[in-house]
């Protein structure tokens, strides 16, 4: 593992390296924090101000900047909250071995989870209904790479299981035995009767490309707006529904309301996306119990718990 003293030195050798290649001049490096799969830095240089970030994945985890460079250039302008991709290791070489990807530097600050605006909201519903319309094969886990936009997986339940914790349903593990509904065993007699719904939901639907993970530390907001969306590290090849369910499980009822009011079009049934939403975020809810056991973090197996209990009882 890479020492913190390691991730700065070599963070400021990217960044000067990488502006010089942009034909600027580097002015300063500052560290800012670390994700599950990178080192995230904002770069000051004398035209401008850029985020970089250097691969440091946790284990278990990886980098996919090729595919998350590729997907914001396919839909971003300037009036988008995305930020504007600019280059990667892979764009020019700046002699030496690192993986890195360099973004333009938005303002903003995190929102507080389940507190979101309704403005917010309803832009990122916006921002969603784009990424949506974005043509893709396969499913699941995205090959690396910009010339495409393929999920390596051939079945959308294997594509699911590519990006979630073997989640009920699609386990080998009985749902008696779920850290989840250990933890509250009334639950298993609510979830029983849902399996053949959560299957059908699983394998059907129109493959799209999903961010996957909209929890607060994935959105920026200044002056009351939704400025950037960040991290599609995690982005798979599914249906639309499962970043419905994702924030759902993470704001509530009320902030996917306000985002399917951004979300939806005209002829659209919100009450239909609300249902299949809350489909999605009853899978997710198992994932993340799931992650907890496996991360040792219990407060991750009671927050699947509460969710659980809020909608099913």
Not at 198 to 220: A, K, Y
Not at 227 to 245: H, S
Request: aromatic share 8%; with cysteine.
């Amino acid at each position: 593992m890479v020492s913190l003293e390691n991730i700065f030195c070599i963070g400021e050798v990217v960044a000067a390296r990488a502006v010089t290649k942009l034909g600027e001049q580097h002015i300063g490096t500052v560290y800012l924090e670390a994700g599950s799969t990178s080192s995230v830095f904002k770069v000051s240089t004398n035209k401008s101000n850029y985020i970089l970030r250097i691969a440091s994945p946790r284990g278990g985890k990886f980098t996919s900047y090729e595919s998350d460079y590729s997907i914001r250039n396919t839909i971003w302008t300037p009036d988008l909250p995305i930020a504007k991709p600019i280059a990667t290791d892979q764009s020019f070489d700046i002699g030496m071995e690192a993986i890195w990807a360099i973004d333009e530097f938005r303002e903003g600050h995190h929102p507080s989870r389940g507190a979101i605006a309704p403005l917010v909201s309803r832009q990122l519903g916006a921002l969603l209904q784009k990424l949506h319309k974005i043509s893709v094969t396969g499913f699941g886990q995205l090959e690396n790479t910009r010339c495409r936009l393929h999920g390596k997986s051939e079945s959308p339940i294997n594509g699911l299981l590519t990006r979630f914790e073997t989640p009920w349903p699609f386990s080998t593990v009985s749902l008696r035995n779920h850290p989840s509904v250990r933890a509250q065993p009334k639950l298993e007699e609510k979830l029983l009767p849902l399996e053949t719904e959560l299957r059908e939901f699983s394998e059907n639907g129109t493959p799209t490309i999903v961010h996957s993970d909209l929890h607060e530390r994935q959105l920026l907001e200044y002056n009351g707006n939704l400025t950037t969306v960040l991290d599609f590290n995690d982005a798979v090849v599914g249906r639309p529904e499962w970043d419905l369910g994702s924030y759902l499980y993470f704001h509530g009822e009320g902030c996917l309301s306000d985002l399917l009011d951004g979300y939806t079009l005209k002829g659209q049934n919100k009450l239909i996306l609300k249902k299949r939403a809350k489909l999605a975020a009853i899978i997710i809810a198992l994932h993340h119990g799931n992650r907890g056991e496996i991360l040792g973090k219990s407060h991750r197996i009671e927050a699947s718990v509460r969710f659980l209990q809020n909608w099913l009882f």
